[in-house]
């Protein structure tokens, strides 16, 4: 059973449509990063997700049920974006008021503040927290009651680059012990580790979603191959180039070697078979540069329809 099954979902708002005909699962124990522009439409499939919105047309599946059954809902745990508590109690009060609200048992309180980071602030009131603790209390509120799915929409905003970092090594954890997360966020760097897959949401459309490495070859974007420490660095030049010119000099005794997804295992094989490189660095193309071909795509189609 997958976590999330959304087929044929479109989503309008009065006039205007914010999803149109998405089709799109998460698997158990996935983590899947939801990336698109303002407006794209990720907060829109959160929200229908949760059952906070009912789809104008297809059908969804939220861990097997309809998505506004109770006992899915107990089993889903969901941080928003720009996250509100009550500035009064304290964070030990604020999550002992969201378990009862959740019927989660109180005692999760302060093991999950624990687990954020916040057990030293835990009798502290919510006025005092910095942007970045209330974040890590809106993400313990999100864990009560070990939810099977996890909304996370916009989580490392405010965090500094530790707690960031703490983040993503506990969605790996939970990820571990079987939970399904779907991550919305628009800072793309350090994440990509983390996920299972990415899906790309443009103009409520879904352009693209898979893994980093068959977006990858969807994209056809090259990867660059860095060798230094040659010791026959003119010969393998020459032979690169006369091959396929995919290859040029770097400063010092370097070369680099530019191929796309496919061709990557092959020209590193014969690099290896031609010189004993003293050191190699792969780049290949990181999720930003994903995001930005396939969103630019995106509007390239757009374009092209409108003029038509
Ligand atoms: N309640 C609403 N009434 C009318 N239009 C709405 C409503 N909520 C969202 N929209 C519109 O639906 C579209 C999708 O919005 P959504 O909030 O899902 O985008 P998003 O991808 O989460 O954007 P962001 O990254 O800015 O949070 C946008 O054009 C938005 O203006």
């Given at each position: 059973m997958n976590a999330v099954d959304i087929q044929g979902v479109s989503l309008r708002y009065g006039k205007m449509t914010a999803l149109r005909q998405l089709?799109?699962?998460?698997?158990?124990?996935?983590?899947?990063?939801?990336?698109?522009?303002?407006?794209?439409?990720?907060?829109?499939?959160?929200?229908?997700?949760?059952?906070?919105l009912t789809p104008s047309e297809g059908q969804l599946r939220v861990l097997g049920q309809a998505p506004n059954d109770a006992d899915v809902r107990r089993r889903m745990g969901y941080l928003q974006e720009n996250v509100m508590f009550y500035p009064q109690l304290t964070g030990r009060e604020t999550l002992h008021h969201f378990a009862r609200i959740k019927g989660a048992a109180r005692q999760q309180a302060d093991q999950l503040l624990e687990q954020v980071g916040l057990a030293h602030a835990a009798d502290r009131r919510v006025k005092t927290y910095s942007k970045g603790m209330r974040q890590r209390?809106?993400?313990?509120?999100?864990?009560?009651?070990?939810?099977?799915?996890?909304?996370?929409?916009?989580?490392?905003?405010?965090l500094d680059p530790i707690a960031t970092q703490d983040l993503y090594l506990l969605i790996d954890q939970l990820r571990q012990q079987g939970t399904s997360v779907i991550l919305c966020s628009h800072v793309l760097p350090g994440v990509e580790a983390h996920i299972n897959r990415a899906a790309i949401l443009a103009g409520g459309q879904l352009e693209a979603v898979g893994t980093l490495t068959s977006l990858r070859t969807g994209a056809g974007l090259p990867s660059r191959i860095r060798a230094t420490g040659l010791k026959q660095r003119e010969q393998v030049l020459q032979s690169f180039s006369s091959l396929n010119g995919n290859a040029r000099p770097l400063g010092g005794d370097g070369i680099e070697l530019t191929g796309s997804a496919a061709t990557k295992m092959s020209l590193l094989r014969q690099l290896l078979d031609r010189d004993q490189p003293g050191d190699i660095d792969i780049l290949q193309p990181s999720l930003e540069d994903l995001y930005r071909f396939y969103t630019e795509r995106a509007s390239r189609a757009r374009a092209a329809e409108d003029k038509a």
């Open positions: 089709d799109l699962h998460l698997e158990e124990g996935e983590v899947l990063g939801l990336f698109g522009h303002n407006g794209a439409g990720k907060t829109t499939t959160m929200k229908l997700i949760l059952g906070l209390l809106g993400l313990a509120q999100a864990l009560l009651g070990e939810p099977r799915l996890l909304l996370l929409d916009e989580p490392t905003v405010g």
